[in-house]
T-cell receptor, first 113, second 111 residues
């Protein structure tokens, strides 16, 4: 079975630009979470979506937004990029019937110059 | 809000040595605890989890962890490491659907 997939793998953007990252959950998983992992630190929670509704939001500015589509895939958008947004962005999906297990994708490496 | 503290940033050891990584959490509710591993070039993988019951939990690849409620700890152990255990290890606690991770411990196993 395919795991969580994310695209693109790598991305280079300039300060002030906008970026969209994509995630497809494991088949049958209806919940998607987004995390930011800065080099040398653990992942930090950004958002969780379940059945297209935002269920939780971490301590990130409004420049960060996300949505979930009817097929349960998700997009993370970041506007007005800052150098500090350079990080690995991870997507995780949660199996139905559980709320506390998350399976991670390979991530998108975003570099802001 | 919950938080996780990992004691060691970088651990270097030889093959066949024993490994123990410390993890303390801060959370007032019922805890669900995890250890994740990130091998070089690979994505985060679940090593083991504790939800309830036996405080000694066994995971994949010979790892185990012990939940000690009185110490707010969830330490990871492996009796004899292999070169292939070289990776970054993250302790995490979940509350309100959010995983909170520690900063991670880089483990380097020398052959």
């Amino acid at each position: 079975d395919a795991g969580v997939t994310q695209s693109p793998t790598h991305l280079i953007k300039t300060r002030g630009q906008q970026v969209t990252l994509r995630c497809s959950p494991i088949s049958g998983h209806k919940s998607v979470s987004w995390y930011q992992q800065v080099l040398g630190q653990g992942p930090q929670f950004i958002f969780q979506y379940y059945e297209k509704e935002e269920r939780g939001r971490g301590n990130f500015p409004d420049r960060f937004s996300a949505r979930q589509f009817p097929n349960y895939s998700s997009e993370l958008n970041v506007n007005a990029l800052l150098l500090g947004d350079s990080a690995l962005y991870l997507c995780a999906s949660t199996p139905p019937g559980t709320w506390n297990e998350q399976y991670f994708g390979p991530g998108t490496r975003l570099t802001v110059t | 809000a919950q938080s996780v503290s990992q004691h060691n940033h970088h651990v270097i050891l030889s093959e066949a040595a024993s490994l123990e990584l410390g993890c303390n959490y801060s959370y007032g509710g019922t805890v669900n605890l995890f250890w994740y591993v990130q091998y070089p070039g690979q994505h985060l993988q679940l090593l083991l989890k504790y939800f309830s019951g036996d405080p000694l939990v066994k995971g994949i690849k010979g790892f185990e962890a012990e939940f000690i409620k009185s110490k707010f700890s969830f330490n990871l152990r492996k009796p004899s490491v292999q070169w292939s255990d070289t990776a970054e290890y993250f302790c995490a606690v979940i509350a309100d659907y959010k995983l909170s991770f520690g900063a991670g411990t880089t483990v380097t196993v020398r052959a």
